[in-house]
Nanobody
Framework: QVQLVESGGGLVQPGGSLRLSCAAS????????MGWYRQAPGKQRELVAT????????YADSVKGRRFTISRDNAKKTVYLQMNSLKPEDTAVYYC??????????????WGQGTQVTVSS
C-alpha cells in the first residue's frame, strides 16, 4: 500500500520559516506531479505549489515572490515546501499530493494526512 508521510508543520511567528516534507513509500513504479495544497478553516482547499517529475514548478499568486519554494528529491521520493516570510493568512492544514504509477501500471492520485501550520505571535 502506498503512503504519503508528511512532517515539518508547527507553530511559527510571523516572518518565520518552516520546511515541510512528504515522503512516498510503497510499490511505486514512478511518480509524476507532486504538490502542496492547503485548507484554512471555513475555506476551500487551494493549490499552493506543484512540481513535475522534470522539475517544472507552478505557484499560487499568494505565495509568489519566492516566499515558498517547492522542490523534490526523486531518489528519496520526497517533495519539500520551504516556507519563508510566513504570514498569519498562511495558517492552514497543508496536504501533500502525488500522482503515482504503481508497479503494474495502475495510476492513482494520493493525498497525505495533512499537517497543521499555524502562524501567530
Amino acid at each position: 500500500q502506498v503512503q504519503l508521510v508528511e512532517s515539518g508543520g508547527g507553530l511559527v511567528q510571523p516572518g518565520g520559516s518552516l520546511r515541510l516534507s512528504c515522503a512516498a513509500s510503497g510499490s511505486i513504479f514512478n511518480i509524476h506531479d507532486m504538490g502542496w495544497y492547503r485548507q484554512a478553516p471555513g475555506k476551500q482547499r487551494e493549490l499552493v505549489a506543484t512540481i513535475t517529475s522534470g522539475g517544472r514548478t507552478n505557484y499560487a499568486d499568494s505565495v509568489k515572490g519566492r516566499r515558498f519554494t517547492i522542490s523534490r528529491d526523486n531518489a528519496k521520493k520526497t517533495v519539500y515546501l520551504q516556507m519563508n516570510s510566513l504570514k498569519p493568512e498562511d495558517t492552514a492544514v497543508y496536504y501533500c499530493n502525488a500522482d503515482l504509477v504503481l508497479i503494474g501500471g495502475r495510476a492513482y492520485d494520493y493525498w497525505g494526512q495533512g499537517t497543521q501550520v499555524t502562524v501567530s505571535s
